[in-house]
């Protein structure tokens, strides 16, 4: 009974601090800041010039979001259409959808400095039998996102 007892404050302790992700923490104008991926446990940052730094986010209340991906060489940048999707967030995760198709879903992570993360989300391993695709295809790659 003891156990059974501990266990379940364990799991109640855990529940009330874990991060509840909610609407006022994703909404704003949201500008990168660092991107990159996981290696072995740890993060490698790519490296960016102004150009890919000008990529953002605009998430509002209304659950319409705008992204603008930026590419090309400082002085020289080629911003795309922008993409115009709803959001919505699903436990620890934004997802942008436009109908019934999934466009991007991220796990999201507030960080202390007001930053947030968005991490790729895989709703399970890919297994192939090209071990390089299914290498690429299982990275995780963050983005850090700061509020303008």
Do not use: H
């Not at 490698?44 to 209304?62: A, E, G, P």
């Not at 002085?75 to 919505?88: F, Q, V």
């Not at 995760?93 to 989300?121: A, C, G, M, W």
């Amino acid at each position: 009974m003891k156990k059974l007892i501990l266990i379940l404050v364990l799991l109640f302790s855990a529940k009330m601090f874990s991060q509840q992700l909610k609407p006022e923490n994703v909404i704003g104008f949201w500008k990168l800041q660092e991107a990159g991926f996981y290696e072995n446990g740890k993060k490698v940052s790519k490296n960016f010039d102004d150009c890919r730094l000008m990529r953002n986010y605009t998430i509002w209340d209304n659950n319409y979001a705008i992204y603008n991906y930026v590419e090309g060489k400082t002085g020289s940048c080629s911003p795309s259409e922008p993409r115009l999707t709803l959001w919505r967030i699903v436990d620890n995760r934004i997802q942008f959808y436009i109908d019934d198709s999934i466009l991007e879903e991220r796990i999201v992570k507030i960080n202390e400095d007001k930053t947030i993360t968005f991490e790729t989300f895989l709703d399970k391993k890919i297994v192939d039998t090209d071990k390089n695709f299914e290498k690429i295809a299982n990275t995780i790659s963050y983005d850090i996102l700061r509020r303008e």
